[in-house]
């Protein structure tokens, strides 16, 4: 309700309409476009017979797997939500695969998964002939992955750290191991992934970016409504006026990260150091690995 007493327009079906259509509009691009090909011609270039790429995926594979335990040993977290209900703001401390509907954690689930398929592949490549529809899998995995890791260190560095500051609420919480796998190492892990490997990338596979940002909330509805009955993100909510807004801008901000990624890996082709410095430069503006605590003392 408004502060003059008339009730909000609820925009709870415009929302789902987004939502539905955006979602036949990804299965129609992919029944009329021949992104599978780019997929399969695009797996080609992550193979590698180098022990010492194979023990980097090794690496990161254990490095993100191990924060996946340490979120279900560590106790509870803290995780500020806004009830479907009346659309406010309640603090919840959830523990075991309750931690696993945010974001950020599905950033951090596709990370495993790239590394676990990369390592996989690559020993079955070393040992005889790879398997198509791995290699595909791979390759699906690399670029929602990356994309959504950028996309996950960009929000948490220069939007949810600044708030905490703001309002001077403590945030030591979110720099614990699994927190900075999340928010930082997934980037960087799967950045460096690129520049090794110079994958050979089309701008056609931006739309996995795109199917990925529409999954997510769809699970974040079905969540909110027959599960949960909360929101992890107050801009979800399917009320306001402009939440068809930020559903959409969610799913293509993925894609739109990916696009900036590719024309970073695409800059290799012409000079490879500048890639780096390129890639390199983006991470140092994306990541943080401690609190801000004196801007905070200044707030």
């Known amino acids: ?13 415009v929302t789902i309409g987004t939502i539905v259509t955006i979602s036949f509009a990804i299965i129609v691009y992919f029944l009329v476009s021949d992104t599978t090909e780019f997929v399969t011609n695009a797996s080609d270039s992550f193979s590698s017979s180098s022990i010492i790429i194979l023990f980097y995926r090794i690496l990161c ?15 509870p977290g803290n995780m500020r939500v806004v009830n479907l209900t009346d659309n406010q703001e309640i603090l919840l401390n959830p523990v075991g ?47 929602t992955g990356i994309s959504m890791a950028f996309l996950t260190a960009t929000v ?21 191991y699994h927190e ?20 050979d990338l089309s701008p056609k596979l931006a739309v996995f ?24 993100y107050g801009f979800l909510h399917p009320k306001p006026k402009i939440a068809p807004l930020f ?19 695409l800059v290799a082709e012409y000079n490879y150091w500048l890639s780096w410095l390129i890639v390199i430069t983006w991470l140092l503006l994306i990541v943080q690995f401690k609190p801000d605590l004196e801007n905070m003392n200044q707030v």
């Open 1 to 13: 309700m408004k502060d003059n007493g008339v009730l909000e327009d609820d925009y709870t079906k």
């Open 156 to 176: 948490v560095r220069h939007i949810i750290l600044p708030r905490e500051v703001r309002i001077e609420r403590d945030h030591g919480y979110m720099f614990l």
């Open 97 to 143: 695969k309750e931690k696993f509907v945010t974001f950020s954690s599905w950033t951090l689930l596709m990370c495993v998964a790239y590394f676990l398929l990369a390592t996989i592949n690559q020993v079955i490549t070393m040992v005889g002939e790879g398997v198509t529809w791995l290699a595909s899998l791979q390759t699906i995995t690399f670029v």
């Open 61 to 75: 594979f254990g490095a993100s797997a191990y924060a996946i335990v340490y979120m279900f040993t560590c106790g």
């Open 247 to 265: 559903v959409t801008g969610l799913a293509c901000s993925i894609a739109v990260f990916y696009f900036g990624l590719w024309y970073a890996n």
């Open 180 to 199: 900075q796998i999340m928010h930082n190492f997934a980037a960087i892990f799967l950045a460096f992934e690129m520049l090794i490997i110079r994958p």
């Open 209 to 232: 970016g795109l199917l990925i940002g529409i999954a997510y909330i769809t699970f974040a509805y079905l969540f909110a409504y027959f599960g949960g009955g909360y929101f992890v």
